[in-house]
């Protein structure tokens, strides 16, 4: 664990900047190496669903994301090329962090190196309710993204190895039986091209959301240790949210309306007014 820590601070604190004024920074392009990225065409794809985040959690893109150049030499004496770089603060690594591969080890300790920023991503009820219904399904699509690495850590400590047979098996608690699968074929979209959280209302995404935070709780409260108790723990979990939404009245989730617009399509739309204010 402490080699861990070690390798951790070594790896963000060697590439952490400071400017005149005395305010840390990181370049985006020794971020992506540090977190094991090796093209930036890929990396930016991160970058720019980061500031995504960073705009609905109503923070100034600009102040965390500074879009700079670096010029790079060109052999035979050509003309120095510029490339893009962005200077970054900590809370934009943090987000950064958040919407990286979790595959990636280093994304891991990205995510505890950064974490003190963690309370910035946190609206108010009252903020909440003051978004439009699209900006309701970003935010609460990055918290269901973000809660889902956690689940699927958590399961794997658990004994999971089959993660789409333990997916399915939330679902079908809450869904009324139906897999992820189902779901998707109910919606009318391709689950192998196409997420299913990517079509689903914030009050459906936040049912699941529900589900996935309880069942990660659940599932470390009883310790667990064998996929299929995982599995069980998954669908009455699924269950019970299911009981209270019928219990307060609530529309089932299968029954909840398929949003027109995917929020890929929303993302896109959120990135192109970032980048026209910019």
């Given amino acids: 664990m402490r080699n861990i820590e070690e390798y951790k601070e070594k790896t963000f604190d060697d590439i952490r900047h400071i400017d005149e004024l005395g305010n840390e920074y990181w370049e985006a392009r020794e971020l992506m190496i540090a977190?094991?990225?090796?093209?930036?065409?890929?990396?930016?794809?991160?970058?720019?669903?980061?500031?995504?985040?960073?705009?609905?959690?109503?923070?100034n893109v600009n102040d965390h994301f500074a879009d700079v150049g670096k010029t790079v030499p060109m052999p035979s004496g050509a003309k120095p090329k510029i490339i893009e770089d962005y200077?970054?603060?900590?809370y934009a690594c943090y987000l950064i962090v958040q919407n990286s591969d979790p595959r990636k080890k280093t994304v891991?300790?990205?995510?505890?190196?950064?974490?003190?920023?963690?309370?910035k991503m946190e609206i108010t009820e009252e903020e909440y309710s003051k978004l439009s219904e699209d900006e309701k399904r970003l935010y609460t699509k990055i918290n269901v993204k973000n809660k889902n690495k956690y689940l699927f850590d958590?399961?794997?400590?658990?004994?999971?190895?089959?993660?789409?047979?333990?997916?399915?098996?939330?679902?079908?608690?809450?869904?009324?039986?139906?897999?992820?699968?189902?779901?998707?074929?109910r919606k009318g979209i391709d689950p192998t091209k196409e997420d299913i959280l990517d079509y689903m209302g914030s009050t459906e995404l936040a049912a699941n959301l529900f589900r996935i935070s309880q069942t990660d709780e659940v599932l470390k409260n009883k310790k667990?240790?064998?996929?299929?108790?995982?599995?069980?723990?998954?669908h009455t979990v699924g269950q019970a949210v299911r009981q209270t939404i019928r219990k307060i009245g609530g529309t089932m989730p299968e029954k909840?309306?398929?949003?027109?617009?995917?929020i890929k399509e929303i993302e896109k739309e959120e990135l192109l007014k970032i980048t026209n204010t910019q």
Avoid at 161 to 177: E, I, S, V
């Fill in 35 to 59: 977190l094991g990225y090796s093209k930036w065409g890929n990396f930016k794809k991160v970058i720019d669903k980061s500031k995504i985040s960073c705009n609905i959690s109503n923070s």
């Fill in 87 to 90: 200077k970054l603060s900590r």
């Fill in 108 to 119: 891991a300790l990205g995510q505890t190196y950064f974490a003190i920023q963690t309370r």
């Fill in 154 to 185: 958590t399961a794997k400590k658990a004994g999971v190895n089959n993660y789409g047979r333990f997916n399915d098996y939330g679902y079908r608690g809450l869904y009324a039986g139906e897999t992820a699968k189902q779901i998707a074929k």
């Fill in 224 to 234: 667990v240790n064998n996929e299929d108790d995982a599995c069980k723990t998954h």
């Fill in 256 to 262: 909840m309306p398929t949003p027109e617009k995917s």
